[in-house]
């Protein structure tokens, strides 16, 4: 019996529109490893070689990464200040339930609010 080598996936050339593509998939919330995990994109190891290669890509790319991490530091705003499944209503009650999960949530809701600027 011979195992089959996996193949590698083709190299693709830098283009201003693969470029794009890869800033809108990061503004949709995509991480890279997930980008690079599709077949029709580049691999991760081409990306960095392009951002070092092509500066207005390292631009665009910076831009789509910030506003990325905007938007994640909201939604963990949002879920530190959400309190509605905050208790958990047992028909017999554990102090684990009643204490443990509150405290956990109250203790990321405490450091998220801390280092809110």
Same mark, same amino acid.
């Given at each position: 019996m011979?195992?089959?080598?996996?193949?590698?996936?083709?190299?693709?050339?830098?283009?201003?529109?693969?470029?794009?593509?890869?800033?809108?998939?990061l503004?949709?919330?995509?991480?890279?490893? +997930?980008?690079? +995990?599709?077949?029709?994109?580049?691999?991760?190891?081409?990306?960095?070689?392009?951002?070092?290669?092509?500066?207005?890509?390292?631009?665009?790319?910076m831009?789509?990464?910030?506003? +990325?991490?905007?938007?994640?530091?909201?939604?963990?705003?949002?879920?530190?200040?959400?309190?509605?499944?905050?208790?958990?209503?047992?028909?017999?009650?554990?102090?684990?339930?009643a204490?443990?999960?509150?405290?956990?949530?109250?203790g990321?809701?405490?450091?998220?609010?801390?280092?809110?600027?």
């Amino acid at each position: 019996m011979t195992t089959k080598k996996p193949t590698r996936r083709p190299r693709h050339a830098y283009s201003p529109e693969l470029t794009d593509l890869i800033c809108e998939r990061l503004l949709d919330g995509t991480s890279l490893r +997930q980008i690079c +995990q599709d077949k029709n994109m580049p691999a991760r190891s081409a990306i960095i070689v392009w951002l070092a290669k092509h500066k207005e890509f390292a631009r665009k790319y910076m831009i789509a990464r910030q506003i +990325q991490i905007d938007c994640l530091l909201g939604d963990m705003l949002d879920i530190a200040d959400d309190c509605s499944k905050d208790w958990i209503d047992q028909a017999e009650p554990s102090l684990e339930s009643a204490v443990g999960d509150n405290t956990g949530k109250t203790g990321r809701n405490v450091v998220a609010r801390l280092t809110d600027d």
